[in-house]
């Protein structure tokens, strides 16, 4: 089955610059998309097609793509985006889903 | 403003038959047209795509649970299920619903996108 790649965790300061990779080896001819997920909520679709956000979603929240690898980048990060991000994709077949394992953002 | 909402019994006994129903509603929501997903996530862990149904009742499930998972809907009642076979303690997880977005590449081909919205999520507890 196909796998995508993630950190665990990913720890910053407030007002610093998170990045979270995700790998897999379709990335580079399948759209990802990234999620938030806090305690006790169901995920929100924060990113898709590899860097646009849904309308309500704050700007510093962006999407990048280079090759087999795609980064959520979170700008000035503040204490309410501490939680779990989950990046998603399908395989080369295009049929099959894959999420990556999620990473913990911690907010020191 | 579309909305999603899981139904289901809340626990099952091991060996049994998981069933769940999510019911899609909002103003001028039609469920055809669209393709509809489980995912699921056991209890402190990641997220698992369980498969999704187009409105014509063609579907696609994760391999790892392809022999057990049946996906079915029924756009007169806006609403898709999800039926799930032999479940042992490994199926204790929230269930949640999702729309699935889809796309056609230059060559036709089909490719699954992102899920969005996701409904609140319903945990089913497999018990002996």
């Known amino acids: 089955s196909y796998e995508l790649t993630q950190p665990p965790s990913v720890s910053v300061s407030p007002g610093q610059t998170a990045r979270i990779t995700c790998s897999g080896d379709?990335?580079?001819?399948?759209?990802a998309s990234w999620y938030q997920q806090k305690p006790g909520q169901a995920p929100v679709l924060i990113i898709y097609k590899d860097n646009r956000r849904p309308s309500g979603i704050p700007e510093h929240f962006s999407g990048s793509s280079s090759g087999t690898t795609v980064t959520l980048t979170i700008d000035g990060v503040q204490s309410e985006d501490e939680a779990d991000y989950y990046c998603?994709?399908?395989?080369?077949?295009?049929?099959?889903?894959?999420f990556g394992g999620g990473t913990k953002l911690t907010v020191l | 403003q579309l909305q999603l909402q899981e139904s289901g019994p809340g626990q099952v006994k091991s060996s049994e038959t998981l069933s769940l129903t999510c019911t899609v509603s909002?103003?001028?929501?039609?469920?055809?047209?669209?393709?509809w997903a489980w995912i699921r996530q056991p209890p402190g862990k990641g997220l698992e795509w369980v498969g999704s149904?187009?409105?014509?009742?063609?579907?696609y499930y994760n391999p790892s649970l392809k022999s057990r998972v049946t996906i079915s809907v029924d756009t007169s009642k806006n609403q898709f299920s999800l039926k799930l076979n032999s479940v042992t303690a490994a199926d204790t997880a929230i269930y949640y619903c999702?729309?699935?977005?889809?796309?056609?590449?230059?060559?036709?081909?089909?490719?699954?996108?992102?899920?969005?919205?996701w409904g609140q999520g319903t945990l089913i507890t497999v018990s002996a």
């Open positions: 379709a990335l580079p001819t399948r759209f």
């Open positions: 909002g103003a001028s929501t039609r469920i055809s047209g669209y393709f």
């Open positions: 149904i187009f409105y014509n009742g063609s579907a």
């Open positions: 998603q994709s399908a395989d080369s077949s295009g049929f099959y889903v894959a």
């Open positions: 999702a729309r699935h977005d889809y796309s056609y590449d230059s060559g036709g081909g089909l490719t699954m996108n992102w899920f969005d919205p």
